[in-house]
């Protein structure tokens, strides 16, 4: 069962950084494009960034460019998100999903509808 396990996430404080991770597992991670989406309470989710290593492609909202960075550990079959200059606008859940189609590049923009295989989420909090 193809799965995907979200960690890293904690209280840091504004101005700070955390790295994401999400790890795969029974899938070859460079042939599907991987997501990373965030989550507040009420709201829709939110793509925030994307990878497709068979493309060499990636994405990201306008609200974290510039400060996240994705990048793929093919080492460790994961997918890393790197937060810098954290605000305290970025506090939600985040979550990494699959994209349903291989060997495609990420489906801008970024909807929650055409991924697959969603973790359970990391919290993150980010304190003013």
């Known amino acids: 069962q193809v799965q995907l396990v979200e960690s890293g996430g904690g209280l840091v404080q504004s101005g700070g950084s955390l790295r994401l991770s999400c790890a795969a597992s029974?899938?070859?991670?460079?042939?599907?494009?991987i997501a990373w989406f965030r989550q507040v309470p009420g709201k829709e989710r939110e793509g925030i960034s994307c990878i497709s290593s068979s493309i060499g492609n990636s994405y990201y909202a306008d609200s974290v460019k510039g400060r996240f960075a994705i990048s793929v550990d093919n080492a460790k079959d994961t997918v890393l998100l790197q937060m810098n200059s954290l605000k305290p606008e970025d506090t939600a859940r985040y979550y990494c999903a699959r994209y349903y189609y291989r060997d495609y590049d990420c489906p801008l923009p970024l909807r929650a509808g055409v991924f697959e295989d969603w973790g359970q989420g990391t919290q993150v909090t980010v304190s003013s």
């Open positions: 029974r899938f070859i991670l460079d042939d599907y494009a």
